[in-house]
């Protein structure tokens, strides 16, 4: 059922770390990917890479090298991407809900749009229409591009969406895009690197709250 008084024109979510704990697979991909490079990387370093694209932090951190380690972080992922990657508990029910309310859902995130289906198939997500990857924008979060990609897809204002997300960059976009931003703290960034969004939630029962409030859950 359509609500008249939906509270979101659209929800638009990041993928890693926020509908899917990605964090144990994509930590092991980037040590596999450094390992004999440089000094080992602490787990805190580490997670505040994600959200950015690969791209763009390899050849950060080795000029010159960044598609190269591309494409040894990706050999890597992929071979241990369905044994590593978790659901996280709830959010497939959630996704399903704020569907049923006739709010529109799409995920928009640093990595392939492929990429971010097979993880949704994994850990048992429903099907969205819109996945907004890498490859649909020129540059990536923290700048807006994705984000107003997303809710261009869906039909929905800027001003009108919220975006969901566990990083800084998240925060960081949803900002510069006019979004409602909303952070989770069960994936890459703590609750004190988060406390700028408009919402820090600590599980998918507070998400839920933050993005539905006290509406029925029967449809």
Same mark, same amino acid.
């Given at each position: 059922?359509i609500?008249?008084?939906?509270?979101?024109?659209a929800?638009? *979510?990041? *993928? $890693?770390?926020?509908l899917?704990?990605?964090?144990?697979?994509i930590?092991?991909? !980037?040590? /596999?990917?450094?390992h004999g490079?440089?000094?080992?990387?602490?787990?805190?370093?580490?997670r505040s890479?994600?959200g950015?694209t690969?791209?763009?932090? #390899?050849?950060?951190?080795? =000029? %010159?090298?960044g598609?190269e380690?591309? #494409?040894r !972080?990706?050999? /890597?992922?992929?071979? /241990?991407? $369905?044994?590593?990657?978790?659901?996280?508990?709830?959010?497939?029910? #959630?996704l399903?809900e704020?569907?049923? !309310?006739?709010?529109?859902?799409?995920?928009v995130?640093?990595k392939?749009?492929?990429?971010?289906?097979?993880?949704?198939?994994?850990t %048992?997500l =429903?099907?969205?229409?819109?996945?907004? %990857?890498?490859?649909?924008t020129?540059? /990536?979060? =923290?700048?807006p591009?994705p984000?107003?990609?997303?809710?261009?897809?869906?039909?929905? &204002? =800027?001003?009108?969406?919220?975006?969901?997300?566990?990083?800084?960059?998240?925060?960081?976009?949803?900002?510069?895009? %006019?979004?409602?931003?909303? &952070?989770?703290?069960?994936?890459?960034?703590?609750?004190?690197?988060?406390?700028?969004?408009?919402?820090?939630?600590?599980?998918?029962?507070?998400?839920?709250?933050a993005? #539905?409030?006290?509406?029925?859950?029967t449809?």
């Amino acid at each position: 059922m359509i609500l008249a008084d939906r509270p979101w024109e659209a929800v638009l *979510f990041d *993928f $890693d770390g926020t509908l899917a704990d990605t964090i144990p697979l994509i930590l092991a991909s !980037y040590r /596999h990917t450094l390992h004999g490079l440089e000094v080992p990387v602490g787990d805190a370093e580490m997670r505040s890479w994600i959200g950015r694209t690969l791209i763009d932090v #390899l050849e950060e951190r080795h =000029p %010159g090298r960044g598609e190269e380690l591309v #494409l040894r !972080y990706r050999e /890597h992922n992929l071979l /241990h991407h $369905d044994t590593l990657i978790r659901a996280v508990e709830g959010a497939a029910g #959630l996704l399903t809900e704020l569907t049923a !309310y006739g709010i529109p859902v799409a995920v928009v995130s640093s990595k392939g749009r492929q990429t971010v289906r097979r993880g949704m198939r994994v850990t %048992g997500l =429903p099907e969205v229409e819109h996945v907004v %990857g890498m490859e649909d924008t020129s540059v /990536h979060k =923290p700048d807006p591009a994705p984000l107003l990609e997303g809710a261009r897809r869906v039909g929905a &204002a =800027p001003a009108g969406c919220a975006y969901v997300g566990d990083a800084v960059v998240d925060v960081l976009a949803a900002r510069a895009a %006019g979004m409602t931003a909303v &952070a989770v703290t069960w994936g890459a960034g703590t609750r004190e690197a988060l406390s700028s969004a408009d919402h820090v939630v600590d599980d998918v029962v507070g998400l839920r709250a933050a993005l #539905l409030g006290a509406r029925s859950r029967t449809a």
